[in-house]
């Protein structure tokens, strides 16, 4: 048996997403910031506005990472859309200055819900992570097999969402009282662990977060006033 150092089949795959990483992504609206840049630097901000060369750019292990995350959003929309046959998916929508753009995951109208749900018009965001990320959303140790307390989705995660959330209700005219937060971890938790942490078997690989609005939209409305802040610097040249 030889192990071989330079593969002929089983990094194709790979090399395809990595190549799909040269290409820049536009923004949804063609707008120089992008919702999904919540809460990172000016700097950065500032450099993606400008197409910016990038100085550590993706390499075949971040775009394996990321392209499975992109197969796993692709498919839970296509489940999404036979469950809630009403729902919409990367719905784009802009800031009123038309500064910063995004799109959601999903749109899934409160008519889809059935009589038992409260919480109204829903959009929903899906984040992919290593077991770290998860374990401290959810609150895992997973080598003690113990829960403490869970810190939930990232507040730059909810702020895209939430921003998201913004843009479609000033253009469509509806209200989006709840953000659904999904992850997803590509490390299950063991059966063992799972029956002693008393976790269900869909949730050893996976967790949904409500955030209400008096929660997303102050985050949202803060990071859009930043943002406009940026994109103000840039127009007068300064990064």
């Known amino acids: 048996m030889q192990m071989m150092n330079y593969p002929i089949v089983t990094h194709l795959l790979g090399a395809e997403l990595l190549d799909k990483t ?5 923004t949804a609206r063609g707008t120089g910031l ?51 046959p009403n729902a919409e998916f990367e719905v784009a ?13 999903a749109y899934i109208p409160a008519s889809d819900l059935g009589p038992d749900w409260d919480g109204g018009n829903v959009l929903y965001e899906l984040k992919t992570m290593g077991s770290f990320s ?9 080598m003690r097999a ?13 702020a895209q969402a939430g921003m998201n959330a913004l843009g479609i209700e000033r253009e469509r ?21 799972a029956e002693r942490m008393n976790v269900s078997d869909e949730n050893r690989v996976l967790a949904e977060f409500r955030i209400e609005r008096d929660e997303w939209e102050p985050l949202a409305k803060s990071e859009l ?14 990064i």
């Open 34 to 84: 992008r919702y999904s840049s919540a809460f990172s630097c000016g700097r950065q901000q500032s450099y993606a506005a400008f197409n910016a060369e990038p100085t550590e750019p993706v390499d075949f292990a971040g775009a394996w990472v990321m392209g499975m995350g992109t197969l796993v959003h692709e498919e839970l929309q296509n489940a999404i859309a036979r469950r809630f």
């Open 173 to 193: 005219g509806v209200k989006i009282d709840t953000i659904l937060m999904g992850s997803i971890t590509f490390e299950a938790l063991s059966k063992q662990k």
């Open 22 to 26: 040269k290409t820049p992504k536009p």
């Open 93 to 105: 929508s802009e800031d009123e200055r038309t500064i910063v753009s995004g799109s959601c995951d």
């Open 146 to 158: 113990t829960i403490g307390n869970p810190e939930g989705p990232a507040l730059k995660a909810i």
């Open 225 to 238: 006033l930043r943002m406009s802040q940026i994109a103000e610097s840039l127009q007068n040249g300064f």
């Open 134 to 142: 998860f374990d401290k959303q959810v609150g895992w140790n997973r």
